[in-house]
């Protein structure tokens, strides 16, 4: 059973934040799905990933290419079924996450724009159902400048 993780997001984007942590999921041996609310938002995010540093580069694909099984993290939106197999899923813009996905999965992460009030909300409204239904989750913010975790439960 797995654990969600929230990433309250105050000083890095998460066009930064994202890379680092799937990298970690990476390295622990875990593909990973990404999922958002909306297809054009997904593609912004697939761009900005193709651009990002070479050294920290983050092997990825948009769902729909001819390899998303092969990937090693994809990028989805609500509905659709990630194809590489994730032990991790990581959700952006307050995309939907169930229990039964969190108890599936290594590792859930559930990142939010701490600086959006509508944003931190949904994170709360998540917080309660997940907590709700039994899933363990922490929560972690960056205010301080470096990551620590707040909450646990």
Not at 56 to 73: E, N, S
Not at 95 to 122: K, N
Request: aromatic share 8%; net charge negative; charged share 25%.
């Amino acid at each position: 059973m797995g654990t969600a993780f929230f990433y309250h997001l105050t000083r890095t984007p998460l066009d930064v934040t994202l890379p680092m942590l799937a990298g970690k999921s990476l390295a622990a041996g875990w593909k990973v799905a990404v999922r958002g609310q909306d297809r054009g938002r997904m593609e912004w995010l697939d761009q900005r990933l193709w651009l990002g540093p070479e050294e920290g580069f983050l092997p990825h694909g948009l769902l729909g290419g001819p390899h998303d099984a092969l990937q090693p993290v994809l990028l989805t939106v609500v509905g659709e079924v990630p194809g590489n197999d994730p032990a991790c899923l990581m959700t952006i813009d307050g995309a939907e996450v169930t229990p039964e996905e969190v108890q599936a999965m290594e590792r859930v992460c559930i990142l939010f724009d701490g600086t959006e009030e509508e944003a931190v909300q949904v994170a709360r409204g998540q917080w309660k159902q997940l907590t709700g239904a039994g899933c363990s989750a922490q929560y972690w913010s960056e205010e301080s400048g470096r990551w620590e975790k707040k909450a646990e439960s």
